[in-house]
């Protein structure tokens, strides 16, 4: 079993940077991909960013990208999500996801996911 614990959400100003972290307990990830996903109010949840065990390969939604890195350490178990230029429709809770089988961005193929942290951008 796995435990996935986000933290770095917050309230920022439109254009301004935020930090996520997610830390896994309960055994390694570090040769699972990790992924971070989004829920708006009122949307579904939506695919974010995701990163392959090794960190050697990431891909991210067309509406994040170029503002949005995926990283991860894992000699610490831990994955991150750098938020640069923050827009008010990145609002949403942010949720770390883990894959044991494959790097994907199909959230119906995540085995684990935190609880989720709120990041919300005023205008």
């Known amino acids: 079993q796995v435990q996935l614990v986000e933290s770095g959400g917050g309230l920022v100003q439109a254009g301004g940077s935020l930090r996520l972290s997610c830390a896994a307990s309960g055994r390694t990830v570090s040769n699972w991909a990790m992924g971070w996903f989004r829920q708006a109010p009122g949307k579904e949840r939506e695919f974010v960013a995701v990163i392959s065990w090794s960190a050697s390969s990431t891909y991210y939604a067309d509406s994040v990208l170029g503002r949005f890195t995926i990283s991860r350490d894992n000699a610490k178990n831990a994955v991150y999500l750098q938020m640069n230029n923050l827009k008010p429709e990145d609002t949403a809770v942010y949720y770390c996801?883990?894959?044991?089988?494959?790097?994907?961005?199909?959230?119906?193929?995540?085995?684990?996911w935190g609880r989720g942290t709120q990041v919300t951008v005023s205008s």
């Open positions: 996801a883990a894959n044991q089988r494959r790097y994907t961005d199909k959230e119906d193929e995540f085995d684990y």
